[in-house]
């Protein structure tokens, strides 16, 4: 008879090996699992996005005003599409702007935002910007202060808007950015143009207007405090209203590749030709004299208020004072200004634009690298008792070719005055 | 033994399926990430990576090559290699001009700057962009520390103000930080005041032990992600359970006996390592890729050796010999860390250490459920595979080692993790194994042994032997009126009982019987004087019978 053996002929060994085993097990994995658990932490901080959004239905606004078309607009969202787009007012929200496609704000990105929004830690940029860091956060996290980004856009990719809402969104846009020929609405339509064609020359799905975003911070109303946020690559819109009245168009950023002119969606398209062709036009309008006062004696490789540089801008101010200019300079240097301030609402452009004049004594002119700004590390600068322009020529990143970015910011209205 | 003791036996196996379920859910629940620290900057920025030795500071430099050459003015053309070294001179000098680290305490140090090199590389938004490489080596002035200084770093960024120089510790002995790259801050424009900010580095304290136990870790770590070197070890412990009959694996040895030859060939594998180990830390030169190919022949070899036994009893010898080698490539980490002196010393045993204690948490995990399965028919099957997949990764290895890359190696490199998901298989494996027993030897006490009968189909298997008189033990215990446990729901219980009998006769072999295995080889009880089962201490289960037809 064949005989059946117990598989387990020595149980005494076996148990006696699974039970002495289990503490050594126990330590294995415990050297494994602190490694998990910090990474769990990182994990959940990383996924907490500021979100929150004012759920209050604002009153009606004028009708005709900005507020009235945001609210029309909004009026054509999905409850789903209206929670993405709108945002609770904060600086750190309205801090979510850089020149990179969203595609490469996301990862550590994201974990600046959630600093941001969850405890109000974000670094201001402000004279804190001097002190250096003592060493990595304890999160072992770098932050994406200067340079970097806090974390991506908020809001609503214009690639998920229907076509009756994208006609609802345009007219609010237009209404936002003015109707100066070459700047505003119509140089945002180029902008967009532009990163169609970064897509379809190299740069991929990172590019293309379906990653610009619309976002509202702060319900759009006649009473109040709300922002008007779009931007994508290159490109950050940044109006604030007050009580129904634009208290900031700042920082606004706009730079573009390819720049120089292209084919795309049925027409030629330069998007940053004004403004370069006023820059170049200041330049060439100096006197050999006034240009080597102008010349900074640093190389700028990029503008020097980068995204999440706010509110640090340098107490003195260098380079040509524009007192000493005469008219027909003058007009070059408004000219240049006017480049940018033209990018908003034809009224309030007007406004400001008087504003700038009325500081233009006290601004300064300064440049570095060449005047032609067609090379690498070109860079002019407009810096008043306000306004602050900077453009900077880089090289390229999708096509070969320098790129200019370039970014107005006002040293008291940038983000409507808020500093917290 | 005796009978209480076995019966209380099964109810604790019970309890340990449960805790080694629990183990299990730890181990298959841990995934291990690397946390990733990139900040979104545009444009390409200096990096200076700093290695604290003792009494010195390397600092390794990468500058993107437009920032260097509108800085200094330098003309680096196109940035090769070529174009770098013909002007190395003026490099240096405009690095030296614009690098002088001093003490706290204002003493200026000594700055050598050598290793020049160039590449390109693409970070996060930045696209494609040329660097130049450089070693600067700090020396603080006699007496002062190394481990609290100003950096005194302004190359590039003095005049090119955007710019931004990142500096981090890659390496720092005293202060245990060895593989992970901190960031100590960053050099820029302050754009308020328009200085450029400077850098004071402090390390603040280290120590001996800190470096000891940061090296004790490495050593743990070098082994828990060295696939390789865990596959040699347990692909060489696969058949040590095993008995070696005729150039075949049959039959298992008595436990105490395996777990003797495992910690044999362990042992030998440790003296092995060890030795290699030092000498290559000491300066021996090591043949990087040849250890490498070496490594992967060690495997191949140990797998041959679990599908067939190639040198049976000399496993030792063989662990030993293999042991050299794989020391040899420990040692490159070592070398890696460029040491000396007493963190050298400190760093050879620390690292030893961890190793081994590494080594022996594989093995004290792998062990128990190896040994349990062994004794079962599962175990056939899971060798054979075990060892076609070691032999495979090897071979893949060896090719790739040897220039050839493949899918196989890069796979086989991937397989950091799996090593939980083995370890894992294996216990599940055997907490089956060993519920499934302790419910059978329940149920055998249950049944009385008339009521569904031997010859009944729908009955478990007869059993004998240890069964057997558990058997009689149950009815025994059933007659004198003890409870015995009732299924709360039959059709459950008659289930169960299914799934039972089918996977019992998967892993209940019908064992031949002491004298059928003699009878099938009289040579082999004449050379093997001391029987394992002549000692008491006996595995009544030998070969299978497919496996003995198919030799004879």
Known sequence: MPKTTPFLDTPSLSRRALLGSIPVAALFLAGCSTTAASTATATSTATAIPTAAPAAPAAPAAPGSIAALAQAFQATLSTDQQATLVHEYTLANAELWSNLPQGLLGGSGGMGGAGGAGGGAMPSGAPGGSTIPSGAPAGGMTGGQGTGSAGPRLGLSLGDLSDSQLASFNALLAAVTGSTAGLGYDEIQQHLNADDYLEANGGGSDYGRANFYISFLGAPSDTGMWEFQFGGHHLAVANTYNNATLVGATPAFRGIEPFSAFDGNGRTNQPLAVKAAAFTALLAGLTTDQLATAKLGSVYSDIVLTPGNDWAFPTAHEGLQVSVLSDTQKALVLAAIAGYVNDIADADAATILSKYQGELADTYVAYSGTTALTEQNDYVRIDGPSVWIEYSMQHGIVLAGNHPHSVWRDRTTDYGGTKA | ?552
Not at chain 2, 103 to 121: E, K, L, R, Y
Not at chain 2, 158 to 182: C, F, M, P, Q
Not at chain 2, 536 to 548: H, I, L, Q, Y
């Open chain 2, 1 to 552: 033994m005796n009978r209480a003791a076995r019966t209380a036996g099964a109810g604790r196996m019970h309890r340990l399926g449960l805790g080694m379920l629990l183990l299990l859910a730890m181990v298959t629940g841990l995934v291990v990430f690397s946390a990733q620290s990139a900040s979104a900057h545009i444009l390409p920025t200096t990096t200076v990576v700093l290695d604290v030795h003792e009494s010195e500071v390397d600092a390794s430099l990468r500058i993107p090559l437009d920032d260097i050459e509108a800085a200094s003015g330098i003309d680096l053309g196109s940035g090769s290699a070529a174009e770098v070294a013909a002007q190395e001179d003026a490099l240096r000098a405009y690095i030296l001009a614009h690098f002088q680290p001093t003490s706290t305490s204002g003493q200026a140090w000594t700055v050598t700057v050598d290793t020049f090199g160039s590449g390109s590389t693409e970070e996060l938004g930045t696209g494609v962009f040329g660097y130049i490489t450089a070693v600067a080596h700090l020396t603080p002035p006699p007496g002062l520390s190394e481990r609290d200084f100003e950096l005194g770093y302004t190359v590039v960024v003095d005049k090119e103000i955007t710019h931004i120089v990142i500096v981090s510790v890659r390496s720092d002995w005293a202060s245990g930080a060895l593989g992970t790259t901190r960031e100590l801050g960053t050099i820029r424009l302050d754009t308020v005041t328009g200085v450029v900010s400077s850098l004071e580095v402090d390390l603040g304290d280290g120590s001996a032990w800190t470096g000891f136990v940061s090296m004790v870790s490495l050593g743990v770590d070098h082994i828990r992600d060295g696939v390789d070197h865990q596959l040699f070890l347990l692909t060489l412990l696969l058949p040590a359970p095993l008995l070696s009959i005729r150039r075949r694996w049959a039959g298992v040895v008595t436990a105490r006996r395996s777990v003797r030859r495992i910690a044999t060939i362990t042992l030998s594998f440790t003296v092995g390592h060890s030795i290699t180990l030092a000498l290559g830390a000491l300066g021996l030169p090591v043949p990087q890729q040849a250890v490498e190919a070496l490594i992967a022949v060690s495997i191949l070899v140990a797998a041959v050796h679990a599908l067939r036994p190639i040198f049976p009893g000399r496993e030792a010898l063989i662990a030993g010999i293999f042991g050299l080698v794989h020391g040899m490539a420990f040692s490159a980490t070592l070398t890696e860390l460029d040491l000396s002196g007493g963190q050298l010393a400190l760093s050879l045993l620390g690292f030893n250490i961890g190793i081994e204690l590494m080594q022996l948490a594989v093995v004290a995990l792998v062990l128990p459920p190896l040994m349990l399965l062994a004794r079962t028919r599962l175990y056939r099957p899971l060798r054979l595979g075990a060892a076609g997949f070691a032999g495979i990764a090897a071979a893949g290895w060896l090719a790739a080692r040897l220039g050839l890359p493949n899918p196989v190696a890069d796979v086989a490199d991937g397989l950091e993790g799996a090593s939980f998901t083995v370890v894992a298989v294996l216990w599940l494996a055997a907490v089956v194994v060993v519920t499934l027993h302790s419910r059978a030897e329940s149920r055998a006490r249950v049944e009385p042994a008339g009521s569904g009968g031997a010859g009944s189909p729908s009955a478990p298997r007869p059993v004998a032997g240890g069964f057997s008189r558990r058997d009689s033990a149950g009815l025994a215990r059933s007659s004198t009126g003890e409870r015995t446990p009732q299924p709360k729901a039959p059709w459950l219980w008659r289930a169960g009982e299914n799934v039972l009998r089918r996977a019992r006769g998967a892993w209940d072999p019908p064992g031949l019987t002491r004298r059928s295995l003699t009878d099938y080889d009289p040579t082999w009880r004449a050379s093997h004087p001391r029987l394992p089962w002549a000692s008491g201490e006996v595995g009544e289960d030998f070969t299978r019978p497919t496996e003995r037809s198919s030799t004879a």
